[in-house]
């Protein structure tokens, strides 16, 4: 039910802003996170933000260079890229859970089906 958009081709150094948005009812309930899976790696964990956002978190690779927001009347969370680097280049997933923010991918149960960003050098 989770769907990603605003993946691309970026040179190093730009911006480019993801969303993911959904349908559900339940989205204003849902702690949301942003995980990326780069070719032959694990998925990791980016960024999560808590339904009041009121608790933020970030991997230390991104600190500073990106941002999670979310629009609760919109039922959409965001990702906004600056600065990006060749290394940031993954397929990104937006997911949803309760609770409290988590770094574990197993720990979400709703996924959305990727965007590809690719950031060339």
């Known amino acids: 039910q989770l769907q990603a958009s605003g993946g691309g081709l970026v040179q190093a150094g730009g911006s480019l802003r993801l969303s993911c948005g959904t349908a559900?009812?339940?989205?204003?309930?849902?702690?949301m996170a942003w995980f990326r899976q780069a070719p032959g790696q694990e998925r990791e964990f980016v960024a999560g933000?808590?339904?009041?956002?009121?608790?933020?978190d970030y991997t230390d690779s991104v600190k500073g260079r990106f941002t999670i927001s979310r629009d609760n009347a919109k039922n959409t969370v965001y990702l906004q890229m600056n600065s990006l680097k060749p290394e940031d280049t993954a397929v990104y997933y937006c997911?949803?859970?309760?609770?409290?923010?988590?770094?574990?991918?197993?720990?979400?149960?709703?996924w959305g089906q990727g965007t590809l960003v690719t950031v060339s050098s």
């Open positions: 559900g009812r339940t989205f204003n309930s849902l702690v």
């Open positions: 933000i808590t339904p009041s956002a009121s608790s933020i």
């Open positions: 997911a949803g859970r309760l609770f409290r923010v988590s770094q574990l991918e197993g720990a979400y149960a709703h």
